[in-house]
């Protein structure tokens, strides 16, 4: 009985684990597919793909599931264990993802033609993704799933996406048993909609992630009162507020942050104003949600569906928007909101949006989510005065704003208070999903605040569930590109300039400062303080 670390393993993407539950039968917790930069190479599947017979599914994230449709092309025909409502979310995430694969091998070969000639094959197709949700076997929270011999499992809910669940395993071998719990992500309880985690009593093992292993939220505070007054004065200057959004999770919590701001007349002076949410796959998502199972939902959410309205959905939100009516969008000038995605500006209908209304000081762009390095999102959010959007030069004039107090994530306290749920303490906790300093900072905290052993596996290490011993502890592989950039004086000059870090640590602040123009006289005075304090020290 073997669990062997493979993806996620000191950063936060491409979640996948190996589990060999008797000899030679593997199964598999998330597939999911990297993103962004990161520093480390992940181990491969050590086994065939076809060798795999079940693969359980925590969330419909692409970081956890994205690489499902490859494992199929190489021969996995295996049973995809996961909620109903991950299921239904995967079905439009997966085409998703494979529609981008497609478009991005298309246009690698339209360039070569101009050159090589070489064709560039997609990672996987929309036949792919298709072909793989007829291996989909939809659950319900809390279903004891008889899955094999020696090979049961429950889905818990993890209050952290529609239908994301805690992953627990009871493995048997050779009559000897072990219970090895999987995180998945764990939700953040402020988040609207949908549930908060759920507890999860027992186990020998558990694998946690730790994207805010070192890191508590800034705030709890709704940010219904800040995303009023970004809408009031923007509004005011007769521009429209652009909101780059993950399509999924992200799009329907602003809905609901919308409508609570229409239908509690929050903004009486503007209550008409238009929502448009202009991506298919968001829009397709909002779909999902309205026919989740209420199970589901947060009791908030669900005394307003008893109450026969609709959570997210209100009057003047449009969510049937064409390629022609996207393009149309920016010619009518009526202040409006306009949701697009990419939620990091990397791609999607947002950069078009942003190329026509980020040289217009009347505007905002609201950033709602995380902005990961190198993302053009990223370099917005730090203060860039110019950016290249499609080709094109543009002036940054429009107010960026920040909308705090929105994450997917529980932080560092949400974690532990996961931990603490467990009536019978785990001999071990395995940390992953978080990047270098997050695993390793998150293990010492785990055994200082339990007493419990923890810690981070680097990709490919393995470890004898049954004899509770390593079997193999792999040092980390860095990728090529870091040590050439580690090599490189001139960027690392760049990298440790602590005085760039500094500045760029004043303009997040006068930024976030920004946002806080709705809150009361007492916490502004003491934000003050703390920043004249500051200064002062250093005199
Ligand atoms: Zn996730």
Excluded at 137 to 157: H, S
Excluded at 194 to 214: K, R
Excluded at 257 to 278: A, C, G, M, N, T
């Amino acid at each position: 009985m073997k669990i062997t670390f493979l993806g996620a393993a000191h950063q936060v993407t491409g979640s996948k684990t190996l589990i060999e539950w008797m000899d030679n039968h593997y199964c598999l917790v998330d597939y999911g597919m990297e993103q962004g930069e990161n520093d480390f190479v992940m181990a491969d599947l050590p086994i065939a793909a076809s060798s795999v017979e079940y693969v359980f599914l925590t969330h419909a994230h692409i970081d956890h599931s994205g690489m499902l449709p490859l494992l199929y092309k190489q021969g996995f025909r295996g049973k995809i264990y996961a909620t109903a409502e991950t299921t239904n979310l995967c079905s439009i995430m997966l085409a998703d993802s494979a529609h981008i694969q497609e478009t991005d091998a298309s246009n690698e070969t339209k360039k070569n033609l101009r050159h090589s000639g070489t064709v560039v094959e997609p990672l996987y197709t929309m036949n792919d993704a298709a072909a793989t949700m007829e291996f989909f076997r939809p659950c319900a929270y809390g279903e004891m799933i008889m899955v094999d011999e020696g090979l049961t499992a429950r889905f818990t809910d993890a209050g952290h996406l529609l239908g994301s669940a805690f992953l627990e395993l009871f493995l048997e071998d050779g009559g000897e048993s072990r219970t090895l719990v999987c995180s998945g992500d764990v939700g953040n309880p402020n988040q609207p909609i949908i549930q908060n985690p759920q507890a999860v009593s027992e186990a020998d093992y558990v694998l946690i992630e730790s994207t805010y292993g070192t890191r508590l939220h800034e705030t709890t505070a709704s940010p219904i009162p800040v995303l009023t007054d970004v809408l009031r004065r923007t509004f005011s200057r007769g521009g429209s507020v652009i909101i780059p959004s993950f399509a999924v999770g992200r799009t329907q919590e602003l809905l609901y942050f919308f409508r609570e701001i229409k239908q509690q007349h929050l903004l009486p002076e503007f209550e008409s104003f238009p929502v448009y949410v202009d991506s298919p796959l968001a829009n397709e998502a909002t779909a999902v949600f309205l026919q989740c199972d209420p199970v589901c939902l947060d009791q908030k959410t669900r005394d307003i569906m008893m109450s026969g309205q609709n959570p997210i959905w209100f009057d003047g939100l449009n969510t049937t928007v064409s390629s022609d009516e996207s393009k149309a969008l920016n010619a009518d000038t009526t202040p409006k909101v306009i949701i697009s995605s990419g939620g990091m500006c990397e791609g999607g209908r947002i950069r078009h949006h942003l190329k026509h209304n980020i040289w217009d000081s009347r505007n905002t762009i609201l950033f709602a989510g995380y902005q990961a390095n190198g993302t053009l999102g990223r370099i917005i959010f730090d203060g860039a005065e110019t950016v290249k959007i499609f080709g094109e030069q543009i002036d940054v004039k429009a107010e960026i704003a920040l909308l705090a107090g929105i994450s997917g994530h529980a932080d560092r306290d949400g974690l532990l208070q996961f931990l603490s749920g467990f009536e019978r303490k785990p001999s071990l906790v395995f940390v992953n999903h978080g990047d270098d300093d997050s695993t390793t900072g998150f293990a010492r905290t785990v055994t200082e605040t339990f007493g419990i052993p923890a810690q981070a596996p680097y990709s490919g290490s393995e470890f004898d569930l049954l004899k509770g011993e390593w079997i193999r502890i792999t040092d980390p592989v860095y990728k090529e590109k870091t040590k050439t950039q580690n090599a490189d004086p001139a960027a690392r000059k760049k990298k440790e300039s602590a005085f760039t870090e500094l500045r760029e640590a004043v303009q997040a602040l006068d930024r976030y400062t920004a946002t806080l123009s709705g809150h009361s006289n007492h916490e502004l005075k003491k934000l003050a303080d703390i920043i004249r304090a500051l200064i002062s020290d250093q005199d």
